[in-house]
T-cell receptor, first 115, second 116 residues
């Protein structure tokens, strides 16, 4: 079973702090990694994707990938109360059934930013 | 650009009844996905279409779930008969490419199904 693991939280950070969200995956052959944000009662919204080892920055968000350690993280700088949501890590994994790529999600980490 | 559209947004049915969900992907997107998201879990892929062909339905409970994508655009997902454990949010997503490793998926608002 190819898995994506996240700490379910909740993770609480004060407003203005850096929030660090972590994800590990089991399929060493995975090539693409995605972070989605999901507000309560809403659908997942794509924040970032990363393919290469290292850091990728987009505004207040930085995704970090380490394929050797099978680890991907999301940093949110200057956290705002509006960032309070569940963050889903997703990994494109080859489906053993169909041989096609399948986005496999973790259970998500719930982030609360305290004003 | 309009996003992925889904209807209905909410549905309440009794067990053993049938239900259908509709999805219209982003214009021009060839690949369409149906996911099931149970409360507290991440979305789980049920079926993937490329144009009007099925790419992957290995996780679709085929004894009760069916899906089609006629003409390679809109799609419907049906459950017949529904069970209590089918209570979940059903998400439709689409992507512009062929479903490869670099594919980026965009989600619709979802349909929240409650089975009583």
């Amino acid at each position: 079973q190819k898995e994506v693991e996240q700490n379910s939280g909740p993770l609480s950070v004060p407003e203005g702090a850096i929030a660090s969200l972590n994800c590990t995956y089991s399929d060493r052959g995975s090539q693409s990694f995605f972070w989605y944000r999901q507000y309560s009662g809403k659908s997942p919204e794509l924040i970032m994707f990363i393919y290469s080892n290292g850091d990728k920055e987009d505004g207040r968000f930085t995704a970090q990938l380490n394929k050797a350690s099978q680890y991907v993280s999301l940093l949110i700088r200057d956290s705002q109360p509006s960032d309070s949501a569940t963050y889903l890590c997703a990994v494109n994994i080859v489906s053993s059934g169909a041989g096609s790529y399948q986005l496999t999600f973790g259970k998500g980490t719930k982030l609360s930013v305290i004003p | 650009e309009a996003g992925v559209a889904q209807s209905p947004r909410y549905k309440i049915i009794e067990k053993r009844q049938s239900v259908a969900f509709w999805c219209n992907p982003i214009s021009g997107h060839a690949t369409l996905y149906w996911y099931q998201q149970i409360l507290g879990q991440g979305p789980k892929l049920l079926i993937q279409f490329q144009n009007n062909g099925v790419v992957d339905d290995s996780q679709l409970p085929k004894d009760r779930f069916s899906a089609e994508r006629l003409k390679g655009v809109d799609s419907t997902l049906k459950i017949q008969p529904a069970k209590l454990e089918d209570s979940a949010v059903y998400l439709c997503a689409s992507s512009s490419s062929s479903g490869g490793w670099a594919d980026t998926q965009y989600f619709g608002p979802g349909t929240r199904l409650t089975v009583l």
